[in-house]
């Protein structure tokens, strides 16, 4: 069974202050999407990461991609209030003989940050 | 930009209704999602179509039906409802072909309760 687990699931952290969040998943993918979820509103896609070593920032986001690791990371740096969301990795298995076009979603990270 | 529109913002319905979810994209995407969103669980996909008269149960589909007659109407049916269909509901769609390259792009969600 594909998992696709993100830790932590809950992040407090302060202005100003730097954090990762982790996105491990279980099967073989080189294609893997950040998302941006604020409180009441629908998923915004942040970054799309195609290939192993891929890394994609904007503002004082960063995302990047370990296909051989199974791993993506979500660095904030010098984060600001209006950073505060939920954030969901999700894995695109279609390649590799998934449902068609199907994503499988992390469960997300409550991130808030506080002055 | 790509557009997916859900009908309704929030809807209340009662036990036993027929009820219709409705969503429309206008960029011509093969494929088009339903999910569910609850607390804790993330997001389960409940089924998807990846053309038209074409769909595929995810991994919730008990209680659900769907129906694609136009390649950019994706309708969602309930039905009988169940007080534990209560949720957010959230439509996506996305170009596909022989790459997948293209991020999910989602409506603004519909809340349904069910009383």
């Known amino acids: 069974e594909l998992k696709v687990e993100q830790n932590p699931l809950f992040l407090s952290m302060q202005e100003g202050k730097n954090y990762t969040i982790y996105c491990n998943y279980s099967?073989?993918?080189?294609?893997l999407y950040w998302y941006r979820q604020d409180p009441g509103k629908s998923l915004e896609s942040l970054f799309v990461?195609?290939?192993?070593?891929a890394v994609k920032q904007e503002g004082r986001l960063m995302a990047s991609l370990d296909t051989k690791a199974r791993l993506s990371t979500l660095h904030i740096t010098a984060a600001v209030h209006d950073l505060s969301a939920t954030y969901f990795c999700?894995?695109?298995?279609?390649?590799?003989?998934?449902?068609?076009?199907?994503?499988?979603f992390g469960k997300g990270t409550k991130l808030s940050v506080k002055p | 930009d790509v557009k997916v529109t859900q009908s309704s913002r929030y809807l209340v319905k009662r036990t036993g209704e027929k009820v219709f979810l409705e969503c429309v994209q206008d960029?011509?995407?093969?494929?088009m999602f339903w999910y569910r969103q609850d607390p804790g669980l993330g997001l389960r996909l409940i089924y998807f179509?990846?053309?038209?008269?074409?769909?595929e149960k995810g991994d919730i589909p008990e209680g659900y039906s769907v129906s694609r007659e136009k390649k950019e109407r994706f309708s969602l049916i309930l039905e009988s409802a169940s007080t534990n269909q209560t949720s957010m509901y959230l439509c996506?769609?996305?170009?596909?072909?022989?790459?997948?390259?293209?991020?999910?792009?989602f409506g603004n969600g519909t809340r349904l309760t069910v009383t």
């Open positions: 999700a894995v695109d298995i279609a390649a590799y003989g998934g449902s068609q076009g199907n994503l499988i």
């Open positions: 099967t073989t993918s080189d294609r």
């Open positions: 996506a769609s996305r170009n596909t072909g022989r790459r997948y390259n293209s991020p999910l792009h």
């Open positions: 960029m011509d995407h093969e494929n």
């Open positions: 990461l195609l290939s192993n070593g």
């Open positions: 179509s990846y053309d038209v008269k074409m769909k």
